[in-house]
């Protein structure tokens, strides 16, 4: 009977010109890939050949992960029970973490396939450590609701659990909707709590600024259409 397959989850840098923040042992990982589930096929070709250019894409079987149809997921289940060797890839950071390939790692689990995660980064760990909050409880929320009632709800009740629980709330938005969300918990927020901002996490204008709702309300910073995290924690 064959062994259930090894899969790989390979990171991705979070700014394509930070190469060196991913660690040189994910080369020898890719050559032992024959199978790849990658969420950009494009950009996951393009990610893999800066790594290995003499690598030849063709020799490879290639599957878009996307929101993880069942078509997918039966593809999937079928390499890991014949025993290959799989790298999972995200579009940035790290698979299975705000990533769709959670699923596909939730099926090697069932099927007892070893699964094996590369160090990388994620900008949900590195935003908390530079941020000065709590990082013995935190939540991670993702988006918060694009209904502006719902929205204003929900940032209320995650301030209220915050204050309750004295746990960092951590969340993100669609970069072009950063303003907008940030007014938003100007707006909603108390003046002690604490809201910490961090954007373009690995690049060379990285910037990571923690100040109560009442000081940040002293300044107009420009994020727009730049991947940021979120994060808050009240007084």
Sequence with gaps: ?????????????????????????????????SVFFVENERTARR???RWWKEMVIDDY????????EAETLNIFRQRVSAGKT????????????????????????ELSATVKPLVGPSSILLALMASGMNGQQFRFVGYLP????QRNKTIKELEADSAKQQCTQVFIETPYRN???????????????????????????????????????????????KPAIFLLQAG
């Design 1 to 33: 009977m064959t062994q259930p397959g090894t899969v790989w989850l390979i990171p991705c840098y979070l700014e394509e010109d930070s190469m060196n923040c991913l660690p040189a042992y994910i080369l020898p990982t890719i050559q032992q890939c």
């Design 86 to 109: 799989i790298g999972i890839l995200s579009e940035a950071g790290c698979p299975g973490v705000a990533d769709p390939g959670q699923l596909l790692v939730a099926a090697a689990q």
């Design 146 to 149: 694009i209904d502006a009632l």
């Design 179 to 225: 303003h907008q969300l940030f007014s938003t918990l100007l707006q909603q927020c108390r003046a002690n709590t604490r809201l910490c901002i961090a954007v373009n996490l690995t690049a060379a204008d990285e910037s990571v600024v923690t100040k109560t709702i009442s000081d940040w309300k002293k300044q107009s910073p420009d994020w727009h259409k």
């Design 61 to 68: 079987e290639w599957h878009a992960i996307g929101k993880v």
């Design 47 to 49: 990610y893999l050949k």
